[in-house]
């Protein structure tokens, strides 16, 4: 019964029905001063005590909100219209409005019974003023009672589908609005990752490789060669370059490597995914930025896979460093899947991106799994022959 909750159209039934109440009384006051009733007087006061109570509930905010208000409201509201029934055999009309009130006010199990009596009210109200005992003495009341059950229960209905699908129309903005930043952020990282790869293998390499040339060109000349200062110059404009090569890449890590070791990242990824633990084994070496990132975006993509396909409980990632390689393996509990005839490609990070991967760093990948067996994605990498010093 709040006003600032109806639409428009509702506001418009709402002042109706309110002139239909007014009316009905109006109607029934007028009638018994016309048919010179005895009792005309105290048909015109009930008449006026329903009103009352009626415009009392109307402009009462808790009767729209509070089920206790609102059965308290309609069973004063229903006693005045009983005594004016009582008095008068034209208080039988204003049972349609009242119909519609104790449809829209109380839950469905108080809702219909009160109809029901309220029907019963009215045709006894007739029969007890004297009215004709025929058929149209029940059909009225009732038919009444049915038109408004069903125009309320319709309504309900069709409020019921529009308010989900405005909640279905919010959630797919949303959901829009999350891909479309999720798309944005993913492009931007994958624009770091490739652009920190090619200043990695192309320019650091380069610059790595003129370094060693122009030393080994130094030390095949005479101290005192003319040639040789510049050459060391050369040398160290190189080695200079070389170290900014490198922060670069350092600055275009992923976030999850930005602060901290490949370790760190993965003991991150693990506490962010339900069930999946994160162990390590063997002595830590520093990777090259590129080993870093394809280890750690194969375990996303393997625990990705875990939680969207595999509906495993529990995942172990283990990072293990060996003498001449480092290796990766998730293993997880789920329902597990014929990897012959796995999908050729999910989506770009899938198990062919994972191997892409691994294959680009001259390491290997496998993948064990039967159905209703789980998981265990294998990955390898060769330390490269710096030592694990490069970056």
Do not use: K
């Not at 009462?60 to 004016?84: D, F």
């Not at 610059?207 to 040789?228: E, K, M, N, V, Y």
């Amino acid at each position: 019964m709040d006003p600032r909750s109806l639409t428009p159209a509702l506001r418009v039934l709402r002042v109706c029905l309110h002139l239909l109440m007014a009316g009905l009384l109006a109607l029934a006051a007028v009638r018994a001063f016309t048919d010179d009733a005895s009792n005309a007087p105290a048909v015109a006061l009930a008449a006026a005590a329903v009103g009352g109570v009626y415009a009392l509930g109307a402009a009462w905010p808790s009767v729209g909100t509070s089920r206790t208000a609102a059965a308290v409201w309609l069973g004063g509201l229903g006693a005045a219209w009983l005594v004016l029934l009582v008095l008068s055999p034209d208080g039988l009309w204003t049972a349609f409005p009242l119909y519609f009130l104790q449809l829209h006010l109380l839950p469905p199990r108080w809702a219909l019974p009160s109809v029901a009596a309220t029907a019963g009210a009215a045709i006894a109200g007739y029969l007890l003023h004297g009215g004709p005992l025929n058929p149209g003495a029940f059909i009225g009341p009732l038919l009444g009672a049915a038109v408004a059950v069903a125009t309320v229960l319709g309504y309900q209905a069709l409020y019921r589908e529009s308010e989900r699908r405005r909640r279905l129309i919010e959630e797919l903005i949303a959901t829009r609005a999350e891909l479309a930043e999720a798309e944005r952020t993913a492009g931007t990282l994958a624009e770091r990752e490739r652009l920190a790869r090619e200043i990695h293998d192309t320019l650091a390499q380069g610059l790595s490789s003129i370094q060693l040339l122009l030393r080994a060109a130094g030390r095949t000349l005479p101290a005192d060669a003319p040639a040789a200062a510049h050459i060391e110059q050369a040398r160290q404009a190189a080695q200079d370059n070389l170290a900014e090569a490198r922060r670069f890449v350092r600055e275009l890590t992923p976030p999850d490597l930005e602060h901290g070791s490949l370790s760190g990242a993965l003991e991150r990824l693990s506490s962010r995914t339900p069930g999946a633990r994160f162990s390590a084994s063997g002595t830590p070496v520093v990777l090259p930025t590129p080993y870093e990132v394809a280890l750690l975006r194969i375990a996303q993509s393997a625990l990705s896979n875990t939680i969207r396909h595999a509906g495993a409980g529990r995942a172990e990632i283990t990072l293990s460093f060996m003498d001449t390689a480092v290796a990766l393996d998730v293993v997880d509990d789920g329902q597990g899947f014929d990897p012959v005839r796995a999908p050729a490609a999910d989506g770009g990070f899938g198990l062919p991106a994972m191997r892409s991967r691994a294959e680009s760093l001259g390491g290997t990948f496998a993948v064990e799994s039967a159905p209703g067996q789980g998981t265990a994605v294998a990955v390898t990498l060769p330390l490269p022959a710096a030592g694990g010093t490069a970056r």
